[in-house]
Protein backbone atom coordinates (compact mmCIF):
# COMPACT_ATOMS: atom_id res chain seq x y z
CA UNK A 1 0.00 0.00 0.00
CA UNK A 2 1.49 2.66 -1.44
CA UNK A 3 2.20 5.57 1.53
CA UNK A 4 1.43 9.00 2.22
CA UNK A 5 4.07 10.99 4.02
CA UNK A 6 3.86 13.56 6.65
CA UNK A 7 6.68 16.20 7.67
CA UNK A 8 7.43 19.11 9.70
CA UNK A 9 5.52 18.19 13.38
CA UNK A 10 7.90 18.87 16.98
CA UNK A 11 8.45 20.92 19.45
CA UNK A 12 7.02 24.57 19.40
CA UNK A 13 5.99 27.22 21.39
CA UNK A 14 2.87 28.94 22.12
CA UNK A 15 1.69 31.65 19.78
CA UNK A 16 4.57 29.99 17.45
CA UNK A 17 3.50 29.42 13.90
CA UNK A 18 4.18 25.69 12.55
CA UNK A 19 3.68 24.12 8.77
CA UNK A 20 2.98 20.46 7.97
CA UNK A 21 3.97 18.69 5.16
CA UNK A 22 2.24 15.92 2.92
CA UNK A 23 3.81 14.33 0.39
CA UNK A 24 1.44 12.42 -1.58
CA UNK A 25 3.50 10.88 -4.46
CA UNK A 26 0.83 9.29 -6.99
CA UNK A 27 -2.08 10.21 -5.35
CA UNK A 28 -3.35 13.42 -6.67
CA UNK A 29 -5.37 13.30 -10.07
CA UNK A 30 -9.26 13.02 -8.81
CA UNK A 31 -8.26 12.91 -5.05
CA UNK A 32 -9.02 14.55 -1.71
CA UNK A 33 -7.27 14.62 0.70
CA UNK A 34 -7.43 15.47 4.46
CA UNK A 35 -5.47 16.28 7.98
CA UNK A 36 -6.78 14.75 10.87
CA UNK A 37 -5.70 14.61 14.48
CA UNK A 38 -5.28 12.86 17.49
CA UNK A 39 -4.39 13.58 20.84
CA UNK A 40 -3.65 10.18 23.78
CA UNK A 41 -6.75 8.56 24.52
CA UNK A 42 -9.23 10.83 22.23
CA UNK A 43 -10.76 9.85 18.77
CA UNK A 44 -9.16 10.89 15.30
CA UNK A 45 -10.78 14.70 14.84
CA UNK A 46 -11.24 15.64 11.29
CA UNK A 47 -9.24 19.25 11.20
CA UNK A 48 -9.60 20.21 7.05
CA UNK A 49 -9.77 18.57 3.77
CA UNK A 50 -8.96 19.55 0.13
CA UNK A 51 -10.04 18.69 -3.37
CA UNK A 52 -6.51 18.31 -5.61
CA UNK A 53 -8.24 19.39 -8.99
CA UNK A 54 -10.58 22.43 -7.60
CA UNK A 55 -8.97 23.15 -4.66
CA UNK A 56 -11.92 23.34 -2.68
CA UNK A 57 -11.10 23.06 1.21
CA UNK A 58 -13.19 22.32 4.04
CA UNK A 59 -12.24 23.30 7.54
CA UNK A 60 -13.39 21.75 11.17
CA UNK A 61 -15.02 24.36 13.07
CA UNK A 62 -12.34 24.30 15.55
CA UNK A 63 -9.52 25.13 13.64
CA UNK A 64 -10.91 27.63 11.42
CA UNK A 65 -9.32 31.09 11.57
CA UNK A 66 -5.85 29.80 12.20
CA UNK A 67 -5.67 26.30 9.97
CA UNK A 68 -4.84 26.70 6.71
CA UNK A 69 -4.89 23.45 4.00
CA UNK A 70 -2.95 23.99 0.76
CA UNK A 71 -1.35 21.93 -2.02
CA UNK A 72 0.86 22.24 -4.62
CA UNK A 73 0.48 20.37 -7.45
CA UNK A 74 3.94 20.29 -8.92
CA UNK A 75 5.24 18.55 -5.68
CA UNK A 76 2.17 16.44 -4.88
CA UNK A 77 2.57 17.83 -1.66
CA UNK A 78 -0.76 19.11 0.94
CA UNK A 79 0.59 21.47 3.99
CA UNK A 80 -1.28 22.86 6.76
CA UNK A 81 -0.40 25.97 8.36
CA UNK A 82 -1.17 26.15 11.60
CA UNK A 83 -0.90 29.94 12.99
CA UNK A 84 -0.97 31.04 16.72
CA UNK A 85 -0.19 27.56 18.05
CA UNK A 86 -1.91 26.88 21.45
CA UNK A 87 -0.62 24.96 24.84
CA UNK A 88 -2.70 22.34 24.20
CA UNK A 89 -2.03 18.41 24.97
CA UNK A 90 0.37 17.06 22.09
CA UNK A 91 -1.01 15.20 19.02
CA UNK A 92 -0.04 13.33 15.99
CA UNK A 93 -1.34 14.76 13.10
CA UNK A 94 -2.22 12.42 10.01
CA UNK A 95 -2.93 13.04 6.47
CA UNK A 96 -5.51 11.13 4.38
CA UNK A 97 -6.29 10.65 1.05
CA UNK A 98 -9.30 8.98 -0.80
CA UNK A 99 -10.98 9.41 -4.53
CA UNK A 100 -14.30 10.22 -3.29
CA UNK A 101 -14.48 11.74 0.18
CA UNK A 102 -13.50 14.54 1.36
CA UNK A 103 -15.40 14.61 4.74
CA UNK A 104 -14.66 14.18 8.90
CA UNK A 105 -15.25 10.55 8.39
CA UNK A 106 -11.90 8.95 8.87
CA UNK A 107 -12.87 5.84 8.53
CA UNK A 108 -13.35 6.81 4.61
CA UNK A 109 -10.49 7.65 3.78
CA UNK A 110 -8.08 5.21 2.10
CA UNK A 111 -4.41 6.03 2.52
CA UNK A 112 -3.25 7.60 5.28
CA UNK A 113 0.21 8.71 6.77
CA UNK A 114 2.05 7.69 9.76
CA UNK A 115 1.57 10.95 11.38
CA UNK A 116 3.93 13.64 12.28
CA UNK A 117 3.94 14.86 16.05
CA UNK A 118 3.20 18.45 17.45
CA UNK A 119 3.76 19.17 20.94
CA UNK A 120 3.21 22.78 22.01
CA UNK A 121 5.10 23.92 24.81
CA UNK A 122 4.30 27.73 26.93
Known amino acids: QEQLLESGGGLAQAGDSLRLSCLAPGRTYGAYMAWFRQAPGKEREFVAA????????VNADSVKGRFTISKSNTKDTMYLQIDTLKPEAPAVYYC????????????????WGQGTQVTVST
Open 96 to 111: AASLTYSGPAAGKYTW
Open 50 to 57: ISWSGGNT
